[in-house]
T-cell receptor
Framework: AQSVTQLGSHVSVSEGALVLLRCNYS??????LFWYVQYPNQGLQLLLK??????LVKGINGFEAEFKKSETSFHLTKPSAHMSDAAEYFC????????????FGQGTELSVKP | ETGVTQTPRHLVMGMTNKKSLKCEQH?????MYWYKQSAKKPLELMFV???????ENNSVPSRFSPECPNSSHLFLHLHTLQPEDSALYLC??????????????FGPGTRLLVL
């Protein structure tokens, strides 16, 4: 069955430090992969999405993610964290065997320390 | 209004009440979704509508009843809920109806508390 695992329910970094949020998926066919961000008291907002082609995907707010098929991973990174990056981040997968619907990971809460 | 809007933003109801959640999308999309977001759990897909026809019902209890009168509006009717139904209810929409790889656009959610 298709699934998404986000390693670490909570990640804390200092302002200016590298942000790395991990996501692994299980899929029997090439998937479409997403990262969404949820700020407090708001809905989910798309950060970036991988469909086909270039495996390094750039998104909004300086975030990027790399699709690594051999590792079944789609980790999210940002070189330098800002205080405004504090939020919850969700990885999601969409694949044909599941009717294309989005399957979400459990989320990772990112805290940024001054 | 732009994007996906939801009303009310907050709702407190007793277990015997009947209430409705409303979602409206201003994006010209053809598919709409209801999700439940509980603390410490992944988002749970509840219902999916494609061109106003329900195409998914993920074993949701009958005390939740969706309605999609047109492609821009989606309702979730609530009746005799339980305290464990307290959660954030998110509405989303997407342009296409194939679902595969479709970006979903989310509303801000309705925070529901059942007493």
């Amino acid at each position: 069955a298709q699934s998404v695992t986000q390693l670490g329910s909570h990640v804390s970094v200092s302002e200016g430090a590298l942000v790395l949020l991990r996501c692994n998926y299980s899929s029997s066919v090439p998937p479409y992969l997403f990262w969404y961000v949820q700020y407090p008291n708001q809905g989910l907002q798309l950060l970036l999405k991988y469909t086909t082609g270039a495996t390094l995907v750039k998104g909004i707010n300086g975030f990027e993610a790399e699709f690594k098929k051999s590792e079944t991973s789609f980790h999210l990174t940002k070189p330098s964290a800002h205080m405004s990056d504090a939020a919850e981040y969700f990885c999601a997968v969409s694949e044909g065997n599941q009717g294309g619907k989005l399957i979400f990971g459990q989320g990772t809460e990112l805290s940024v320390k001054p | 209004e732009t994007g996906v809007t939801q009303t009310p933003r907050h709702l407190v109801m007793g277990m015997t009440n009947k209430k409705s959640l409303k979602c409206e999308q201003h994006l010209g999309h053809n598919a709409m979704y209801w999700y439940k977001q509980s603390a410490k759990k992944p988002l749970e897909l509840m219902f999916v509508y494609s061109l106003e026809e329900r195409v998914e019902n993920n074993s949701v209890p009958s005390r939740f009843s969706p309605e999609c009168p047109n492609s821009s509006h989606l309702f979730l009717h609530l009746h005799t809920l339980q305290p464990e139904d307290s959660a954030l209810y998110l509405c989303a929409s997407s342009l296409g109806t194939s679902f595969l790889g479709e970006t979903q656009y989310f509303g801000p959610g309705t925070r529901l508390l059942v007493l």
